[in-house]
């Protein structure tokens, strides 16, 4: 059973900038991805960015050239570099990883972007 633990969310201004990280319970070895997802209020999950086994990373186009996927295997985190925030990003994030059919979600995190 591994647990995920988001944080860095909070309240930015629009055009700002913000650190998400997603911590595992444990070393993982293999996977066959790991993201994050968004929930605005009233709407559905949605992706937003993904990382592949093998390193290859994948977007939503929403995000595309304004968010980074990456990840610190020393530290066992996953993160989400999100800039030139708008409105609209605004949403519960959350991270999640597929480790060979087995999927694990964090809690989530709240982030608010003033206009």
């Known amino acids: 059973q591994v647990q995920l633990v988001e944080s860095g969310g909070g309240l930015v201004q629009a055009g700002g900038s913000l650190r998400l990280s997603c911590a595992f319970s444990q070393t993982i070895f293999s996977f066959n991805n790991m993201g994050w997802y968004r929930q605005p209020p009233g709407k559905q999950r949605e992706l937003v960015a993904t990382?592949?086994?093998?390193?290859?990373?994948t977007y939503g186009d929403s995000v595309k050239g304004r968010f980074t996927i990456s990840r610190d295997n020393a530290k066992n985190t996953l993160y989400l570099q999100m800039n030139s925030l708008k409105p609209e990003d605004a949403a519960v994030y959350y991270c999640n990883i597929d480790i060979y059919g087995k999927i694990y979600w964090g809690q989530g995190t709240q982030v608010t972007v003033s206009s």
């Open positions: 990382l592949i086994r093998g390193g290859a990373t």
